[in-house]
């Protein structure tokens, strides 16, 4: 294993001193004065491949960028972008390397990194990739068929979390080939979830495809057995099951278990973290639904990201640099939250992902040595698509008290052939943005709206996978940044496990078993809701 990059608790570092200073003298100059600085727009309007970042409508000039730069600088930024690729153990609690690159990497990128058993990690992510784009192929063309010898046209994705976010974005970002087999996503488990999927498909044309890198994950679990059971009961035959069930997972034993062939088990690795796992098998809906080409341009634009993410200087590095402003925004603004806003009907689910994102990873308060942080970590990350938000939260945004930090993503050409549509979502993507900066004074107060919200705008060229692959990798790696500058580890999630572990009790609780060394509210909430088994 590389190294790891030397970093420390920002606030001590001498570019945040002077961030602050210059943030208490921020409240004195007004956004539209600022865009009057050519040089300025200039440095925060930065291209990369598929999109454009404009952060030009944030709410700060050039010595707050030198500065925000210069606190990269101080917390070796470039070096830990450096050490990421290397394969160094970025995930010092797992003790794991975060190598998700590496799925979408191209034969030599990640040559000569080898796993934690140091067996070589590029030969097994090619073997699977083509495994992918193989299975895609002959579900697609009818070869693979079902046990009683009819093709397939129903895949049942179950998995949540990392295993369910991206493919799901994806598959509705990019939509369907014309006679292409169904997704479904299931995840909840709530059964309503798998009971209104179950209703539309038929047992012998249908692929369930298990997606969890745990193989334990108790909705996914559920979910699993719930989709067996009932194949079985219309099926008849246990042997069926091979022919109708397949895995992704890190967990073969678990999934041979549950009754997957290995050959139908697609591998995951600890290298990998669910949520950074979307171009792994992980992505089958998508090479499914989608089409093996679609799947290959998805990892094509995040590779793109990669590489412009390694080897721009940090000025014009579009990650870190979204990173940078989010530093500005939420340490330095007061921004508690962060609006994502998709004028995009197609990326309506991108704030769900995003949410999962950068919330499981930089929602921390401990440095990576185990110390308190000292400065807040990642806000609250929230959001909706363009226009519909308009008439539903934007009211908050422009008169609420509360500062919030938002990012604008607008797609230069529409796929459809409504072009006043496509020219009306862009006027009001753009009205949104300048509304949030100017504010509109008003002798009525009630009518006076501030201004001076600062955001920025992601432009995409089109909604394609390639775009739309750029745009994830974009988010990957802003997430790292603002963890190697908050100084926190950005791929444990700790954090979700006691919750998983206080469920385990209550299930048997409801099912009729002493709930007596509970709390007063949770047996309360019990005896409620008790229904032991007739
Ligand atoms: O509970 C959180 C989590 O572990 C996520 O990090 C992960 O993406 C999700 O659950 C699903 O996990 P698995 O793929 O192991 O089922």
């Known amino acids: 294993m590389t190294d790891l990059y030397a970093a420390t608790a920002p606030e001590q570092q001498p570019a945040w ?32 491949p598929g999109i454009t970042l404009d952060g030009s409508r944030q709410r700060l000039d050039a010595a707050v960028l030198d500065a925000l730069l210069a606190l990269a600088a101080q917390q070796n930024l470039q070096a830990a972008i450096q050490a990421l690729f290397a394969g160094a153990e970025v995930n010092g609690t797992e003790r794991r390397p975060a190598l998700h690159m590496a799925l979408r990497g191209q034969p030599g990128d990640f040559a000569g990194i080898v796993d934690a058993g140091g067996q070589a990690i590029e030969p097994a992510v090619l073997e699977t990739r083509r495994r992918v784009l193989d299975l895609a192929r002959s579900v697609r063309d009818g070869s693979l068929r079902g046990h009683s010898g009819k093709a397939i046209r129903d895949l049942v994705h179950i998995g949540i979390g990392g ?4 493919p799901e974005l994806v598959s509705e970002a990019i939509g369907p080939t014309p006679g292409a087999p169904r997704c479904h996503f299931v995840a909840n488990v709530d059964g309503d979830a798998l009971a209104s999927v179950l209703a539309q ?22 979910n699993a057995r719930s989709s067996r059971s009932w194949f079985l009961e219309r099926t008849g035959s246990a042997g069926a099951v091979e022919h109708h069930f397949m895995a992704v997972t890190a967990n073969v034993g678990a999934a041979a278990e549950f009754g997957i062939s290995p050959t139908r088990v697609f591998p995951m690795w600890d290298w990998v973290g669910g949520r950074y796992s979307l171009w792994s098998a992980v992505g089958l809906p998508v090479a499914v639904g989608c089409g093996p080409e679609a799947f290959s341009r998805l990892l094509d634009g995040a590779r793109a990201m990669d590489r412009h993410f ?4 940090l000025a014009d590095n579009a990650p ?21 806003l998709p004028y995009a009907h197609r990326l309506r689910r991108l704030p769900d992902y995003l949410q999962q994102l950068e919330m499981e990873s930089n929602g921390k308060s401990v440095q990576r040595d185990g110390r308190p942080v000292g400065v807040h970590t990642m806000p609250v990350v929230w959001g909706g698509e363009g226009t519909n938000g308009q008439h539903a939260f934007h009211q908050l945004l422009h008169q609420g008290t509360r500062a919030v930090s938002a990012d604008f993503v607008l797609v230069a050409d529409a796929d459809h052939e409504l072009p006043d549509h496509h020219r009306w979502l862009l006027a009001n993507g753009i009205a949104q943005s300048q509304a949030l900066m100017a504010g509109q004074a008003n002798d009525d ?13 992601l432009l995409l060229d089109r909604l394609d996978p390639h775009s739309l692959g750029a745009l994830l990798a974009l988010h990957e790696h802003r997430v790292f940044c603002q963890g190697v500058i908050w100084n926190i580890n950005s791929f444990d999630q700790w954090g979700v496990e006691l919750g ?21 509210a949770t047996r309360r909430l019990v005896g409620r809701l008790r229904r032991p088994p007739h």
């Open 310 to 313: 390694l080897e721009s200087p």
């Open 500 to 520: 998983k572990r206080l469920a385990l009790p209550i299930f048997d609780q409801l099912g009729g078993a002493p709930a007596a060394t509970q709390d007063a």
């Open 445 to 457: 107060p009630h009518r006076a709206v501030a201004g001076e919200h600062g955001s920025n705008t």
């Open 163 to 166: 295993s369910h976010l991206g």
């Open 320 to 340: 870190a640099l979204c990173a940078l402003l989010d530093i500005w925004n939420s340490n330095f603004l007061g921004a508690g939250c962060h609006a994502v």
């Open 201 to 222: 498909v038929d047992p012998e044309t249908t692929l369930f495809l298990v997606v969890s890198k745990s193989f334990s994950t108790l909705e996914t679990q559920v």
């Open 17 to 48: 001193q002077t961030l602050t200073r210059l943030a208490a003298e921020a409240g004195s100059r007004s956004i539209a004065r600022l865009l009057d600085d050519d040089a300025r727009n200039r440095r925060l309007w930065v291209p990369a």
